[in-house]
């Protein structure tokens, strides 16, 4: 597997009204978020990393948390949506899209959808791996810029676009210039690695237990890294580990394949203030 590094990949809300966009029917005032100076939205707080689903038959994503904010696209009754960050007491929710569009939408007009969600539950990795085996997973998140973003980058693709279920790897091949990646999950799995991980492994899905499992198997079958189980690894080990890993994950020193990558310093950082060197 040689996922390209998302660490300089982010993705901003564009600020471009689209023309022409219609409101939502169930609307009685027409602008398409079901909030004005005579209704009051509702204003339940929804958490980061929470899925929602779309109620309206059309929505407005908006680039602000305001009717007078420029439009960034309308959304279709069912589509799914991550909240970006804990938001909605004054009616409006930060949201990301599932091709990763970022904005805000009416909390009137979104509803919880926890079956949804569930599967990429961060609490389901809790106790998939050992703490100093975790340790060094989270540190490799950490290169690939997935740790704590949306589910703690359980359900991240390529260029942090999200996906909807950790039931099954989503294989989206992402364009990026004349090349496309399949990265996805945490641990940034292309889709041939993650089948063949998969099927070693007996894993049944890519729910986040199975992506620490995956993980795991990359880093001692595959690559030959021995981890600690009852302490941190020595500087020494660290060093020779991220020698081996790098040809797995890209973003790890020394960088082996040109992509952005994180140095030795910062990932023996990293590791220590997770591990307690």
Known sequence: MRPIALVLMGFAATSIALAGCSADPGDPWGDGDG????????????EKGDVLRVTATNLNLRSGPSTSASIIDVLDQGDLLTCAETSGADGWVSVVTAGGDAGWVSRKWVVEDGAAGGTCDPARAIGAVGQYQKALH?????AEGTR????????VMFSFKLFESCQVHPNKCIKSGSSCSTAAGRYQFLHGTWTTVKSAK?????EPENQEKGAAYL?????HVTVPQNRPMTASEFSNAMSKLSWEWSSLPPGRYGDPNKTLSQMRSMYC?????
């Open 35 to 46: 909030v004005s100076e005579h209704d009051s939205a509702v204003n339940d707080v929804v």
């Open 273 to 277: 203030s997770l591990a307690g060197c």
């Open 148 to 155: 704590n973003y949306s589910n703690d980058g359980y359900d």
């Open 202 to 206: 007996n894993l049944d899905s890519f």
């Open 219 to 223: 880093i001692g079958t595959v690559r």
């Open 138 to 142: 989270d540190s490799i998140a950490y």
